[in-house]
């Protein structure tokens, strides 16, 4: 009695549910069926009683198109409609709300109503038509019991909804304090090793010529003294660039290292990196280049997590002398429509300097319409700061 698509998936979970359902249509039918005579009208009745509930349990169980699921909600319907004209205990009535309770997976409360309304109306047409002694009190007691049923399920769907995307955030808020840490460790060695190239290096390049200097005016005696401190100077001065340098260097970010490190801290969530030769251990000379890529695929990654429920990326890096291409594809649920928002104009942005094209498609598994999550494509220049 849950979304259609999730049974297989949450049975465990909400076993419960389902197995409530098959013991009320057990009961209505045993109850119903009972005491009727064993005829062709009871074996007819016992047929589409089954009918009923293969029906119902293949509308749950199935992701399903809007038509198709009302069409087979209409049989159900159908069906029901056509037990209650034979039925004495008038009992029918209550497998109802196993039909309200599939409604909150595809409508909207005010939809859901009146297809209730609708159905309750003709049930009262069939009522009176069979058994005129019933009362329109009859239909609307049902008519509450279905509400009920839909108002429980309706409730429970909300919850789930509001659960992922409570998750949804909390990974992409896990994946934006990782990304902050690792962007402000960058900056402060990037701090670093520049004050040490632009003020110490060239302090000690101004005192080793001093010292240069200095030896030539000196008497001979103290020559040996002032070489010792020449060289001890530009030794200084060589370890010091020697420090820029190691910094420098593990300030060149390796992607697929940082996917990995980022992919480590969200939870449910796997990375596949292509490890073809073309794509493994490529550097990329552009420091501020290295900065705005980790954005950009920090944002289709959070993106894909909150907007089309991923949990499977694959990453694609390639290079042929300074172009680079990447792809970030995922397993979402895809979108009908690509719009460009805040997160693709970030993107464009970004990437704008370095001649950055940025596209975003819905992939489509085995050539059929049901989509494969998304694929998003970068392209970029890559140059040296």
Not at 233 to 249: I, S
């Amino acid at each position: 009695m849950l979304l259609s698509s999730t049974l297989s998936k949450d049975f465990f979970k909400d076993g419960f549910l389902y197995f409530s359902a098959l013991l009320t249509w057990g009961l209505v039918s045993f109850i119903s069926l009972k005491s009727a005579d064993l005829n062709l009208a009871s074996v007819a009745q016992a047929i589409t009683l089954i009918l009923f509930i293969f029906l119902f349990f293949n509308n749950i169980s199935h992701k399903k198109t809007r038509f198709y699921f009302s069409l087979t909600l209409a049989a159900e319907t159908s069906l029901l409609l056509t037990l209650i004209y034979f039925d004495r205990l008038q009992i029918i009535p209550i497998l109802f709300a196993l039909v309200a309770s599939q409604l909150p997976a595809q409508f909207h409360r005010k939809q859901a109503l009146l297809i209730l309304l609708t159905i309750n109306i003709a049930y009262y047409f069939v009522l009176i038509t069979a058994q005129p002694q019933q009362s329109i009190y009859t239909v609307l007691t049902f008519f509450v019991l279905q509400i009920f049923a839909f108002s429980v399920i309706e409730a429970t769907l909300k919850e789930k909804k509001a659960k992922e995307e409570l998750s949804a955030i909390n990974q992409e808020l896990l994946a934006t304090r990782f990304m902050l840490k690792q962007s402000s460790q960058k900056q402060e060695r990037l701090r670093i090793s520049r004050d040490l190239h632009d003020v110490l290096g060239h302090q000690l390049t101004a005192l080793a010529l001093n010292l240069e200097v200095t030896q030539h005016k000196l008497p001979e005696q103290y020559q040996v003294v002032a070489a010792e401190n020449l060289r001890q100077a530009k030794q200084l001065l060589q370890d010091v660039r020697n420090v820029v340098k190691e910094m420098r260097a593990q300030d060149k970010l390796d992607l697929h290292k940082h996917l990995n490190n980022l992919f480590s801290q969200l939870p449910h969530c796997q990375l596949s990196i292509n490890k073809s030769p073309a794509s493994h251990n490529i550097e990329i000379n552009s420091l501020t280049l290295n900065n705005q890529l980790v954005y950009c695929l920090q944002e289709g990654v959070t993106n894909a997590l909150r907007h089309g429920k991923a949990n499977e990326f694959i990453f694609n890096f390639y290079k042929n002398k300074n172009q680079i291409s990447i792809d970030l594809t995922d397993n979402g649920k895809g979108c009908d429509e690509v719009i460009m928002g805040n997160g693709l104009k970030g993107m464009h942005e970004r990437l704008k300097e370095f001649n950055g094209v940025v596209n975003l498609k819905t992939n489509q598994a085995n050539n059929k319409k049901q989509s494969s999550g998304c694929t998003l494509h970068i392209q970029v220049e890559d140059s040296y700061d």
